[in-house]
């Protein structure tokens, strides 16, 4: 099925969510062939079994994912106790959701468990850390109880961008949401040892 057909042309699909009929139950191996088929949407599947299908980005939130993934990286590979995963990496949570956080990061004690067959489609595991990016067309409320979603079902930290309001919640289980405003820069030494987060890098589109 291709889902370029559903698109009408004037309406970009920035939050389209595709119900399923009661009849019609995708199993994990079968939504990720859904979406090998449609490689040029981004689509996760709700806990409830919707399918959310979201349009590639514009060129500054682009641009901005990928700053954050060269920082995250760069500490990562000289730390050595966790893998960074991109946008394009897919999450089986625990609540049955099949998620794709813009940035993430899993400790490599919890990935050595996975066989190779597990490694290559979406993982059985949900992030030790995730930052979700806000793009223009992005709704707020969406991401929040996205953000809630993943703490929920296991991970440590979560940050939430919104490079428009250049602010930043930050969310933690059993805590409440902190929102930072204009912050300079963001530190996770609890769970990311020596990690700093230059957010004058993210701010202002660099062309």
């Known amino acids: 099925m291709n889902l ?23 199993k994990n191996d079968q939504f990720f062939d ?13 806990a409830q079994g ?6 590639p980005t514009g060129g ?45 990061w899993v400790k490599r004690t919890r990935l050595l468990t996975l066989t190779e067959i597990q490694k290559q489609r979406f993982l059985p595991l949900c992030p030790d850390f995730v930052i979700e990016l806000r793009s223009p067309s992005d709704s707020m ?18 940050w939430l961008i919104d490079p428009e309001a250049q602010q930043v919640l930050v969310f933690q289980p059993k805590t409440a949401i902190l929102r930072l405003d204009k912050p300079q820069f963001l530190l996770a030494d609890n769970l990311l040892t020596g990690f700093s987060l230059d957010m004058q890098k993210l701010w202002d589109v660099g062309f």
């Open 50 to 55: 919707d399918c959310e299908i979201m349009a």
């Open 4 to 26: 370029n057909s559903m698109t009408h042309q004037n309406s970009p699909l920035n939050s389209l969510v595709l119900h399923w009929p009661p009849s019609i139950t995708l």
């Open 34 to 46: 859904f979406c090998q088929v449609n490689k040029e949407l981004r689509i996760e599947l709700t």
């Open 141 to 158: 409320k969406n991401l929040q109880d996205k953000m809630q979603e993943y703490s929920e079902n296991g991970a440590s930290l979560g």
């Open 60 to 104: 500054s939130t682009s641009w901005r994912n990928s700053r954050l993934i060269t920082q995250l990286s760069v500490w990562a590979d000289l730390e050595g106790s966790g893998v960074v995963f991109d946008s394009s990496g897919g999450f089986v949570l625990p609540n049955g959701a099949i998620r794709s956080p813009d940035v993430s």
